[in-house]
Nanobody, 127 residues
Framework: LQLVESGGGWVQPGTSLKLSCEGP????????IGWFRQAPGKDLEEVAT????????NYVDSVKGRFTISRDNVKHVVYLQMDSLQYEDTGLYSC?????????????????????WGQGTQVTVSS
């Protein structure tokens, strides 16, 4: 499985971006997906996670109310809608997948549990 992110770019504060995570030719329907970001000089941070059915979602406090993770298991894509972007949201955004077959509500508890990672898409928030 190779994950591919898209939708990043350069935006001004207060605007929006929508990221996509796909696994070309692969059914993501039994995978829990996480979005992570890494800013220069900072540790990798888990931003949002979604269970394989979309039943459960979790967000880091700094993005609650601004970011929304969702998925379309028919189109085999997971989205991260990012609104009211702030300078601090700048970073390389990557999606990762965990095989949650038989556990539709499960969310991985640690970053190192994710088995598949994409290369990332850069988000830069700047005026």
């Amino acid at each position: 499985l190779q994950l591919v992110e898209s939708g990043g770019g350069w935006v001004q504060p207060g605007t929006s971006l929508k990221l996509s995570c796909e696994g070309p030719g692969f059914d993501l329907g039994f995978l829990a997906i996480g979005w992570f970001r890494q800013a220069p000089g900072k540790d990798l941070e888990e931003v949002a996670t979604i269970s394989s059915t979309g039943e459960r979602r979790n967000y880091v406090d700094s993005v609650k109310g601004r970011f929304t993770i969702s998925r379309d298991n028919v189109k085999h894509v997971v989205y991260l809608q990012m609104d009211s972007l702030q300078y601090e949201d700048t970073g390389l955004y990557s999606c990762a997948a965990f095989n949650a077959f038989g556990r539709p509500s499960y969310l991985p508890e640690r970053q190192d549990m994710y088995q598949y990672w994409g290369q990332g898409t850069q988000v830069t928030v700047s005026s």
